[in-house]
């Protein structure tokens, strides 16, 4: 495939991505009730439901901002910022659906933004990751 990150350590960190996405989709789809909460008041009371079928959703963006490679290589030099950007955007499909599912089986409370806690930390993770990766490289 032409679109596939040709750097391996990359790839594969996307693949497994994709996997834990259609994981989190057959576990949504087996324990959740037909209708999820997606939002909720300052409060903590739900105020926002979809169907658990949205699920979906979820491994197909996953699997599209995998491949998403050519797009991110168009304005950089680099071949590993590509790959960690593509990894990163399937990253954050995967943070917003496991944080949607916990919530959901009750495990953290909404008042706490794992969302916003994950996407901190994990962009420093990435920036590090990619820096230590290009000065071993060099």
Do not use: C
């Amino acid at each position: 495939m032409q679109n596939r990150i040709p750097i391996k350590f990359w790839r594969n960190i996307a693949d497994v991505l994709v996997l834990i996405s259609i994981i989190l989709t057959v576990l949504a789809l087996v324990f959740l009730g037909n209708d999820i909460v997606i939002h909720w008041t300052a409060d903590g009371i739900p105020n926002g439901n979809m169907n658990k079928w949205m699920f979906f959703v979820f491994p197909i963006f996953t699997v599209m901002s995998s491949l998403s490679y050519n797009s991110w290589m168009k304005g950089l030099k680099e071949e590993e910022i590509g790959g960690a950007f593509t990894v990163f955007l399937t990253y954050l499909f995967v943070v917003v659906e496991t944080h949607i599912f916990l919530l959901n089986i009750k495990l953290i409370k909404p008042s706490f933004s794992l969302l916003l806690i994950l996407f901190v930390f994990s962009a420093l993770f990435f920036a590090v990751l990619v820096g230590v990766r290009l000065r071993r490289n060099k």
